[in-house]
Structure formats: C-alpha cells, structure tokens
C-alpha cells in the first residue's frame, strides 16, 4: 500500500487562531489527494480534495498541495471547538484510497 | 445525496464465532464497495474491493478465507470475520463511489468489533 505520513498530534490550538495540518505521502505519480474529517467512533467525512499544485479554498480550509515536495496540508482558519477531531490525509489511487493515520485537532475554547 | 448504510454499528462476539457485517448503497447502485479496517490510533487500511457479480480483490497480507466477501447484488455488499479472535476486534468500515461523484468516497456508518 501506498505511505501516507502523517504527525498523530495531539495539534492543540487556541479558538479562532489558524490550525495547520501537514501531510507527506510516497508515491510521486499521485494526482489525487483529499482530506476527511473524522469524529471519535464515527466514519471519515470529506471536507476537501485537491489535484493541482497551490492553494484550494473552501470556506475556512484552505487545502495546499506541492507535489515536487510531495506535500499536502490543510489549513482551517478560525477554529472553532467543534473542529476538534481527527484528520485524515488520503491518496486516490485509481479507485483506491489510501490514508495516513491522522492528525488530532484539539480546539481549546 | 447517496447513503452507505451499515450494519451492525457494533457488536461483541465470542471467539471462534463468524460475525456478518452489512453494507447497503440505499439510493444507488454500486457494483464495487470497498471494505477498509481502522485500529484504535491508527490509519483506515483497505482490506479488500468488492465487485458485484465476482470475486472480490483481496489487499496483499489480508487472509480472503478469514474475511469473506459477497457482494451479491447492486447494492449489498457483505463481509464476514470467520472464526473470530481477539486480534480483529477493530472498527470496519466500507465505502462506495456515488453516481455523481466518482471522486470520493461514501461511507457507511462503520461497525465496532469487539471478539471476547
């Protein structure tokens, strides 16, 4: 399977401060990359997917991808309590997704 | 938009035992799922595809005569632990690509194994 790297955390930041989440993956001809939100015992949810090399806004997250670095991070602007989770990294591999094992946001109010 | 229904979202079974999990698409159709498997702390590791009308592929180091697969209709797709131990409690879930999204994933709800 394909390495998707991720830092496991816990990421405590403050509320309404920014919360930057980073992402390191293996296979350099990946085009497809996403990031899931996951709350404790329940199923991953989509927040953002990204193709190109740059920036990918969508309401407060902000998805960045460079793939000479083979990087992906997510950035989420305002935190707010209930952004407290985990976050998943994944690669699209055909129809195959492969994920890191997550980064855990802790949101202090 | 397009439901992955799963069932049981938990259930504790005695060693040795066979569990059955259910994965429905209740809105599409979907002739590949995916089952993936999550350890506490840890990543969602694909465990197998499961195509409607064949035979599912199967990861490379996961046992296909432990974790049988059947995906018998358009919108059934089941799996289920064979003679259970310990070591697979975990949290299993599947997934499915919806009509209008060939993208990304729907999950389904997930289901909690517990083998005592």
């Known amino acids: 399977q394909k390495e998707v790297e991720q830092n496991s955390g816990p990421l405590s930041v403050p509320e309404g401060a920014i919360a930057s989440l980073n992402c390191t993956y293996s296979?350099?001809?990946?085009?497809?990359f996403f990031w899931y939100r996951q709350y404790s015992g329940k199923s991953p949810e989509l927040i953002m997917s990204i193709y190109s090399n740059g920036d990918k806004e969508d309401g407060r997250f902000t998805a960045q991808l460079n793939k000479a670095s083979q990087y992906v991070s997510l950035l989420i602007r305002d935190s707010q309590p209930s952004d407290s989770a985990t976050y998943l990294c994944a690669v699209k591999d055909f129809n195959k997704f492969y994920f890191g094992s997550g980064t855990k946001l802790n949101v202090k109010p | 938009g397009a439901v992955v229904s799963q069932h049981p979202s938990w259930v504790i079974c005695k060693s040795g035992t066979s569990v059955k999990i259910e994965c429905r698409s209740l809105?599409?159709?979907?002739?590949?799922m995916f089952w993936y498997r999550q350890f506490p702390k840890q990543s969602l590791m694909l465990m197998a595809t499961s195509n409607e009308g064949s035979k599912a592929t199967y990861e490379q180091g996961v046992e296909k005569d432990k974790f049988l697969i059947n995906h018998a209709s358009l919108t059934l797709s089941t799996l289920t632990v064979t003679s259970a131990h310990p070591e697979d409690s975990s949290f299993y879930i599947c997934s499915a690509f919806p009509p209008a999204d060939r993208l990304s994933y729907t999950f389904g709800s997930g289901t909690r194994l517990t083998v005592v």
């Open positions: 296979d350099r001809v990946s085009q497809s």
């Open positions: 809105d599409f159709q979907a002739t590949t």
